[in-house]
Antibody
Framework: EVQLVESGGGVVQPGGSLRLSCAVS????????MDWVRQTPGKGLEWVGR??????????SYAASVEGRFTISRDDSRNSLYLQMNSLKIEDTAVYFC????????????WGQGILVTVSS | DIAVTQSPDSLAVSLGERATINCKTS????????????LAWYQKKPGQPPKLLIF???ARESGVPDRFTGGGSGTDFTLTISSLQAEDVADYYC?????????FGQGTRLEIK
């Protein structure tokens, strides 16, 4: 059974940093693209970024709204995905979801439960 | 970037009636390489993660009731719920995965009339 469990959320001041983790199980981690997606309060879904699989050298891509501030990494030995968030802004307040992409494609069949990040002074 | 626009923003339908949500992309998401539309639909309920309903514009995810149907091609797509059930009350999002950045529509809130 595929499982994705996020951790590391919380409250942080504007300009601060936070690192989210996503522990995965039930599949071969390095075979799959992984995305982070967020939902801001009362609003819709926003794709944050992607880590491709080992075959694509774990190449990353980001939404323009987080490019240069957020970094996605992964540790295959720990079956874990990370989202390092720096220079946080109030508008980054959201529930962040870790997702696994379909094999070879880019839609998202598997999602974690989500973790809340609140940026507030 | 490919912009994705859904209509309507909200929709109220009677139980047992048909609900249709539209999704339009700013450029075609139909691949000439494999003749597939890179378009998915998700259902989102409060406090839950999004649930994949439809991928490749019309392929139903395993376990999704057959009252959910996806259609369309190129830039115009639809999600149809043939006979609305109470448990279908949710927000619905379409997503293009033709290229990055991946983009979602703004969502459609479906309620019972």
């Amino acid at each position: 059974e595929v499982q994705l469990v996020e951790s590391g959320g919380g409250v942080v001041q504007p300009g601060g940093s936070l690192r989210l983790s996503c522990a995965v199980s039930g599949f071969t981690f390095n075979d799959h693209y992984m995305d982070w997606v967020r939902q801001t309060p009362g609003k819709g879904l926003e794709w944050v970024g992607r880590s491709r699989n080992k075959a694509y050298n774990y190449l990353t891509s980001y939404a323009a709204s987080v490019e240069g501030r957020f970094t996605i990494s992964r540790d295959d030995s720990r079956n874990s995905l990370y989202l390092q968030m720096n220079s946080l802004k109030i508008e980054d307040t959201a529930v962040y979801f870790c997702t696994r992409c379909s094999v070879g494609d880019g839609y998202n069949p598997y999602w974690g439960q989500g973790i809340l990040v609140t940026v507030s002074s | 970037d490919i912009a994705v626009t859904q209509s309507p923003d909200s929709l109220a339908v009677s139980l047992g009636e048909r609900a249709t949500i539209n999704c339009k992309t700013s450029q075609s998401v139909l691949s000439g390489r494999n003749n597939k539309n890179y378009l998915a639909w998700y259902q989102k309920k409060p406090g839950q993660p999004p649930k994949l309903l439809i991928f490749w514009a019309s392929a139903r995810e395993s376990g999704v009731p057959d009252r959910f149907t996806g259609g369309g091609s190129g830039t115009d797509f639809t999600l149809t719920i043939s006979s609305l059930q109470a448990e279908d009350v949710a927000d619905y999002y379409c997503q293009q995965y033709f290229n990055v950045p991946i983009t979602f529509g703004q969502g459609t809130r479906l309620e019972i009339k």
